[in-house]
């Protein structure tokens, strides 16, 4: 069972006007929450995080907030650029034993900005 | 700045062959991953490694078998590739910290 849900495969958007991006999880013991950007042919790249303790984190374009009673993350892109163009995924954490962590990844969001 | 080097950006193999993918981080991290990317699935954990000589299957880890001889490296193997390894496989390392940093990902390609 999904741990981690990207329920839009795809989003499309005026260059200029704001992205959201959306991920939802079900596991109460996940405390940290990232966003990784991907362009083709390259490996994903850290892009913002939160913590659980948190509901919102900001930097420069990109803006994360929490709902944790809703179990719901959101990743705003404002205003957006064609080179925002990329696969985003959403990663949730949870201490793993060992004094580490995993992080589990949901399936992703294409975004297209539209020039 | 953090570098993880995969050796193979592309890689074309036969259906039984063996496949090694390596993976090279130069920050003196504790943890390494081996994840695989797939149109519609994202990322899937294959396995990781706390410490050399240490291993941990993932959530997808039937088919392959990694080695982690010394701390920087961690090798995946593929013992007999099949159609259905065919895949973008990404590695990665951390500290004790959540961030995971990348590789620039191996396209393998068996036929």
């Known amino acids: 069972d999904q741990q981690v849900k990207q329920n839009s495969p795809s989003l499309s958007v005026q260059e200029g006007r704001i992205s959201i991006l959306n991920c939802d999880y079900t596991n109460s013991m996940f405390d940290y929450f990232l966003w990784y950007k991907k362009y083709p042919a390259e490996g994903p790249t850290f892009l913002i995080s939160i913590s659980s303790i948190k509901d919102k984190n900001e930097d420069g374009r990109f803006t994360v907030f929490l709902n944790k009673s809703a179990k719901h993350l959101s990743l705003h892109i404002v205003p957006s650029q064609p080179g925002d163009s990329a696969v985003y995924f959403c990663?949730?954490?949870?201490?793993?034993?060992?004094?580490?962590?995993?992080?589990?990844f949901g399936k992703g969001t294409k975004l297209s900005v539209i020039p | 700045d953090v570098k993880v080097t995969q050796s193979s950006r592309y890689l074309v193999k036969r259906t039984g062959e063996k496949v090694f993918l390596e993976c090279v981080q130069d920050m003196d991290h504790e943890n390494m991953f081996w994840y695989r990317q797939d149109p519609g699935l994202g990322l899937r954990l294959i396995y990781f490694?706390?410490?050399?000589?240490?291993?941990e299957k993932g959530d997808i880890p039937e088919g392959y078998s990694v080695s982690r001889e010394k701390k920087e490296r961690f090798s995946l193997i593929l013992e007999s590739a099949s159609t259905n390894q065919t895949s973008m496989y990404l590695c990665a390392s951390s500290l004790l910290t959540r961030e995971l940093f990348f590789g620039e990902g191996s396209r393998l390609t068996v036929l």
């Open positions: 990663a949730a954490s949870a201490y793993s034993g060992a004094g580490s962590y995993q992080l589990t």
């Open positions: 490694s706390y410490d050399v000589k240490m291993k």
